[in-house]
């Protein structure tokens, strides 16, 4: 199994040229803590996420030091203010250059060895320098639960066609956050997860994915995006 076979591939970026307070609006407004940060031609340049936001502090002159992510989001008196000044950074200035990536056709069980090696949680999937797709910790943790003894073998040719199908499937579920949910095909059975807004939206997720031509069976496992988004 590779890289291709469990990767998100509806990945959310942010241009190179942005200003920080582009990348913290796409990371709430799409429940992500990272975002790959691109050029106008869409080659990746680094990696932008909450610990490098969260690392940004400011000098007062007669106190401590502090973060201006927490003030934001602790709302003390000086929040419209900090967050105003935000207008003046930009992302190249905070991001992580050196990004550890793969290609499409990357053994997952290599993915996993750089996860560990580098204590990261994700890492982009290039095609030619371009961000095709992301590999986090619980995509890998995904595909293991999805098969027999966990046995990561090569998925057919029919599977990974399958696999591209439902991609455009699931964009055109009303409301999905499609960036959020993963899937794993073996001999056309798919399992899925993420979250949704209601039962409603799991349920045509549901409907989208079984009427995909190849597709024997669905297995849904869905938690709600308002309890993920808040950690309850």
Known sequence: MQAKDIMTTSVISVPQDGKIED??????DHHVSALPVVDAD???KGLVSEGDLMRR????????????????LGGSGNSAQEFIKLNSHHVA??????????EEDTPVDAIA?????????????LREGRVVGIVSRANLLHALSALPDGALGEPSEDDRVLRSKLDEA????????VNLINYTVDKGNVAI????????????????????????????????????????
């Not at 990348?23 to 709430?28: D, E, F, H, Q």
């Not at 200035?93 to 793969?102: L, N, P, Q, S």
């Not at 060895?113 to 999937?125: A, F, G, S, Y």
């Not at 699931?170 to 956050?177: D, F, M, N, R, S």
């Open 23 to 28: 990348a913290v609006r796409l990371m709430l």
């Open 42 to 44: 869409g080659a990746l």
């Open 57 to 72: 502090i400011r000098d007062e002159p007669d106190g401590p030091r502090r973060s201006w992510w927490l003030e934001v």
């Open 93 to 102: 200035d905070v991001m992580t250059r050196d990004v550890a990536t793969v």
């Open 113 to 125: 060895r750089l996860l560990e090696k580098h204590r990261i949680k994700r890492v982009p999937v």
């Open 170 to 177: 699931l964009k055109e579920v009303p409301g999905a956050t």
């Open 193 to 232: 997860w993420g979250v949704a807004d209601s039962d409603f939206e799991e349920n045509a997720i549901r409907v989208a994915v079984e009427n995909v031509p190849g597709v024997r069976s669905v297995g849904i496992h869905m938690g709600r995006l308002a309890a993920w988004a808040y950690g309850i």
